[in-house]
């Protein structure tokens, strides 16, 4: 039963080579036997045969000499083995009583004798043990009242030998034949699949984001399945094109409304213009939260790989002036083909929000940088802020919490950041930076590119945005 398991989900050339395998393991055997039995009854009666012929000379050349009262034979019957000793090859003509008549091979031993009245062949022990095909039948001959019993043996090395060779013929020709099917159905097998291979293939170069569209030059069983799925990934991109516009949309719709009641709200007395004031900021935190959300493309896996430092130079420019008002030196150290299965706008979000946190706290300097383990690529972003204690870490990744209300933010910054890195299948961690202050780390898929890439070319340019 342990076995059924990996059966079960076996590619499908190894479930068509188990069973012809299993049709050939089978049908060769039984072939085989057959074909042995068939050969083995066609050489016996051959054999039997030549006895018979052999039979029929000795009773052809049998007398008996009234004079002398003993039995005779003309002449040999024309091969000499029949004049050795023990050569294997006999024949005896006996009354059963003391009337016996020998070849020369038989010496002092006789054949045993059981009447027959017409031909019978059997398989008997002749002299020295040696295996004998015996044939034998009763004749009358006159003036004898007792019938003759005649009988020729002949012994069966030749016919054993013959056996033997054509079974080992046909071991190693089934065996060879076998081999052959198998190496014919393999390449058959793989001409068979290899369409199914070329859409594995372009399923993978979809994921990786390579190519929009799956080929559909394929055979007719496969190509209406590979435009159903052209037909899904177009819908799905619609789908989010049309989420990313509802989400501007939704923002730009929201934005005046609550501007308008902010501006209202400062017109109320201290007590209602606070809870005004708190409850719309709520509303503001809850519609950027769920915004970012709805207007991020989520799985890598449809995604062109995107170059991080063509992605992320409109952020590191803006970015860099603003740090260069607050007196703060903000610089990154990224491999130039370092890239990500990622969407350009979330990659642009998803540093941004990082980068941002750590210029509100730093003190001189903020250090954007990156690397490569494995499958994935790594973004840290570090400070040399007043940093934060494990307990004030596991915090700040909730959403909307704040650690310094004297600040300005709504607190969505690094909870963002948590969603996209999710929704990209990433990891985000929160430590204490080199520099002293925070560490913000991401981890997400590799691109393509930057796996291709050698370490001389991965190797890190540090820039100062200054």
Request: net charge neutral; with cysteine; hydrophobic share 45%.
């Amino acid at each position: 039963m342990s076995r059924l398991p990996s059966l079960a989900h076996a590619s499908l050339a190894t479930r068509l080579l188990v069973a012809a395998l299993l049709v050939i393991l089978v049908s060769l055997p039984l072939a085989g036997l057959g074909l042995a039995h068939h050969f083995r009854a066609s050489a016996t009666a051959a054999f039997d045969e030549r006895l018979e012929a052999l039979l029929n000379v000795v009773i052809v050349e049998v007398r008996y000499d009234e004079l002398e009262q003993r039995l005779q034979h003309e002449r040999s019957l024309g091969d000499p083995r029949f004049e050795q000793v023990f050569s294997g090859w006999y024949w005896q003509v006996s009354d059963g009583a003391d009337r016996v008549l020998t070849s020369r091979s038989l010496w002092d031993q006789r054949l045993p004798v059981v009447p027959a009245s017409g031909p019978e062949v059997r398989d008997v022990l002749g002299p020295r043990g040696v295996p004998l095909r015996l044939i034998e039948r009763d004749i009358r001959l006159a003036p004898l009242e007792a019938p003759l019993h005649i009988g020729v043996a002949l012994s069966r090395e030749e016919l054993d030998a013959e056996l033997a060779g054509f079974s080992r013929l046909l071991v190693l020709s089934l065996l060879g034949l076998a081999l052959l099917l198998l190496a014919a159905l393999a390449a058959q097998v793989r001409w068979a699949l290899a369409p199914l291979r070329r859409l594995q293939a372009s399923l993978r170069e979809v994921e990786n984001g390579e190519i929009e569209r799956l080929d559909t030059r394929l055979p007719a069983e496969l190509s209406p399945l590979a435009g159903a799925i052209n037909g899904v990934l177009e819908r799905d991109r619609r789908l989010m094109e049309r989420a990313r516009h509802a989400a501007g949309n939704l923002a730009h719709a929201l934005k005046t409304p609550v501007s308008v009641l902010s501006t209202q709200a400062d017109g109320l007395e201290a007590p209602q213009r606070q809870r005004m004031k708190a409850e719309l900021r709520r509303i503001d935190e809850a519609v950027r939260h769920h915004l970012a959300r709805a207007s991020a493309a989520g799985d890598a896996g449809l995604h062109r790989p995107s170059r991080c430092l063509e992605v992320l130079a409109p952020v590191l420019e803006g970015l860099g002036r603003l740090a260069e008002r607050r007196g703060i030196r903000l610089s990154h150290s990224l491999p130039e083909a370092m890239t990500l299965r990622m969407d350009p706008q979330d990659l642009q979000e998803l540093v941004g929000n990082l980068l941002e946190n750590a210029l509100r706290w730093a003190a001189t300097r903020v250090l954007l940088s990156g690397g490569e383990e494995g499958d994935e690529c790594w973004l840290e972003v570090a400070d040399d802020g007043p940093g934060m204690s494990e307990g004030q870490r596991h915090q700040a990744m909730a959403r909307g919490v704040r650690l310094d209300e004297q600040e300005p933010g709504s607190g969505l910054g690094l909870a963002i950041v948590g969603d996209l890195v999710a929704l990209y299948g990433g990891r985000f961690t929160l430590g204490r930076a080199a520099l002293g202050g925070l560490a913000a780390r991401v981890w997400l898929p590799a691109g393509p590119l930057s796996k291709a890439q050698g370490a001389a070319a991965a190797a890190p340019r540090k820039r100062s945005c200054q």
